[in-house]
């Protein structure tokens, strides 16, 4: 019986090695390309793209002396769409964060920005 317990033991081992020697589902890298569709109306705003696994951040900067509106459309098939409206103050920089619920290859992003309401 002893023998028998030592040896559950020792498997019992070997198997909690192998399971956290597995990267986790979510951690798993995700590669996307990411295309940027610009509408400024002669806005001078910086878009930079952030891809991460399963997050993709885009960084609006605002180089106007004026508040801007950015409205932004994401389209990563076969996600719904997602729309999503940020505000940059002058001279300010902003971000916008789009999270996977599904997996990607790619995601297309619309970005329009025009002077905000005062």
């Not at 409205?71 to 996977?100: I, M, W």
Request: charged share 20%; hydrophobic share 40%.
């Amino acid at each position: 019986m002893n023998g028998s317990f030592s040896k559950l033991h020792r498997s019992l081992g070997i198997w909690a090695v192998l399971a956290l020697s597995m990267p986790a589902t979510g951690a798993v890298a995700q590669t996307y390309s990411v295309n940027i569709n610009p509408a400024l109306n002669g806005l001078d705003i910086g878009i930079e793209p952030v891809a991460q696994s399963g997050v993709l951040v885009v960084k609006l900067t605002n180089k106007t002396a004026q508040k801007v509106r950015c409205d932004l459309r994401y389209d990563a098939a076969p996600q719904p769409l997602y729309r999503k409206t940020t505000y940059v103050d002058a001279g300010k920089t902003e971000q916008s964060v789009f999270r996977a619920k599904r997996k990607w290859l790619s995601v297309d992003v619309a970005v329009e920005c025009k002077l905000a309401a005062q």
